[in-house]
């Protein structure tokens, strides 16, 4: 999972930020997946109807909004820039805001406009096969419509917001637009504890590992995981400046009563942060751990070495001794001197076994 997180981002930023170098400011370029078509999803809803399809074109996508109802517009795929710039200029975005809505890299960040509020934030959430997908979001509130920007067209983490829209009693389908740019924030967020979750459970198997059995190659994952965690603090740490700001915001689209619910949203990312500082503290002291175990475990075979050599070391003198070539040597012509050297050599060794578990040493 870490090893995912940290080389798929790196590849990406090199490969963006390379091919960008001299182009003019404002210059709508995408650098992603280009053969996946543009699909993009039309949900209109008021108290009392729901309505779902897809078109292919950012017209009849727009043609959808109406002021009786709310209208939420997912572009899937940002390749085709002629329809992009399409929606651009019906909501009057100047080239510099698309450029930030095409740039998959940008950092998250909130545009108070005139009649528009433009969020850039990160989706992160893991896929159907369990791999780690960080995903390039744009939303744009307007009145009575919401424009969201997605990478590609596939999984995402709304699922939860359709399902509950579908549903008439739901409070998304009484309240108007800006709550429904709240409850897409805060699946976001919500999906950010789930990985904050696995990161945790990957924390904690390391530790455990650590303290029972340290292998030599836990320092590479040690790495893995403070990458992943640099990772997600710069992902996910902007995303309090963002709900903060659109909280502090006095923008007529954003409702008093909404407020409160950006209110607590941002409460929640503050959470996550400062989790997020948490677990990289803990991860470099994971490091330091590392190397103590590893001493520790290097120590305890020095010693049980130092032991053995210690005790094979008047076995060694006796033998010796018994090994040179002496004419005059009154032991070797008793019968009973052999059997004799061995049961000194056993009880040496035994005494010396029994004298080091007592001082707890082996």
Known sequence: MSKNIALTAKKKRKTNRSKKVGLPAGSLVYFGNKEKPINIEVITYNESSYSVKKVQWAEEAL?????????????????????????GAYTQLNNLLLEDVLDTEHRPKVEILDD???????????????????????????????????ESEGEDVFEPVRKRLQN???????????????????????????????VSEK????????????????????????????????????SREVVNKIEKSAHYLIDTDTKHYFKDLHDH????????????????????T??????????????LLTLISTIFIPLTFIVG????????????????AYPLVWLVMIGISVGMIFYFRRKKWL
């Open 203 to 238: 924390i904690e198997s390391i530790e455990d590992e650590l303290i029972i059995h340290p292998r030599e190659d836990m320092i590479s994952e040690i790495q893995l995981l403070k990458k992943t965690a640099i990772f997600l603090q710069k992902s996910i740490m902007p």
């Open 290 to 303: 590392y190397m103590g175990a590893m001493s520790n475990k290097m120590n305890n075979i020095m010693r």
């Open 269 to 288: 990312t503050v959470q996550i942060v400062e989790t997020l500082g948490t677990y990289r503290d803990i991860l470099w002291g994971l490091t330091d």
């Open 63 to 87: 043609s959808s909004i109406a002021d009786n109802k709310v209208t939420w517009i997912n572009v899937n795929g940002l390749n085709n820039i002629e329809e992009i710039k399409k929606l």
């Open 168 to 198: 008439a009693d739901t409070t998304l389908r009484k309240r108007p637009v800006d709550y429904l740019l709240f409850g897409l924030l805060d699946t976001i967020v919500d999906n950010y504890f789930v990985i904050l979750d696995k």
């Open 321 to 336: 001794v018994y090994g040179m070539n002496f004419k005059y040597m009154p032991e070797l012509e008793v019968w009973w």
């Open 116 to 150: 528009h509020i433009l969020v850039i934030i990160k989706m992160l959430y893991y896929g159907k096969d369990e791999q780690f997908i960080s995903e390039h979001l744009a939303l744009l509130l307007g009145k009575n419509y919401l424009i969201t920007f997605q």
